[in-house]
């Protein structure tokens, strides 16, 4: 394990859904899946993610995924905070 903090997979995937941003597993190609969903400019927007980060998410893609949607401000502090 590389010592890099780690968010659960369907923690995450629990408060995307509250934005209106779902998991489709077969989105993606191969061992890959895709979150789907609008920016904060209404744009359908598709970030894939690989199979094996859906355990727990690296804090890499994390931050790749919060850029994608545009998860920025208020949106994102509270994010991963509540359960």
Do not use: C
């Not at 629990?14 to 061992?31: A, C, Q, R, T, V």
């Not at 970030?47 to 094996?52: D, I, K, S, V």
């Amino acid at each position: 394990m590389s010592g890099r903090p780690r968010t659960k997979f369907r923690h995450a995937r629990k408060k995307l859904k509250e934005l209106n941003i779902l998991w489709y597993p077969d989105k993606g190609k191969g061992s890959h899946g895709a979150f789907v969903g609008p920016d904060q400019e209404g744009n359908i927007q598709a970030f894939t993610l690989p199979r094996h980060q859906q355990s727990q998410i690296n804090d890499d893609y994390l931050n790749a995924l919060r850029r994608r949607f545009g998860l920025t401000g208020k949106k994102w502090v509270g994010f991963l905070v509540s359960k």
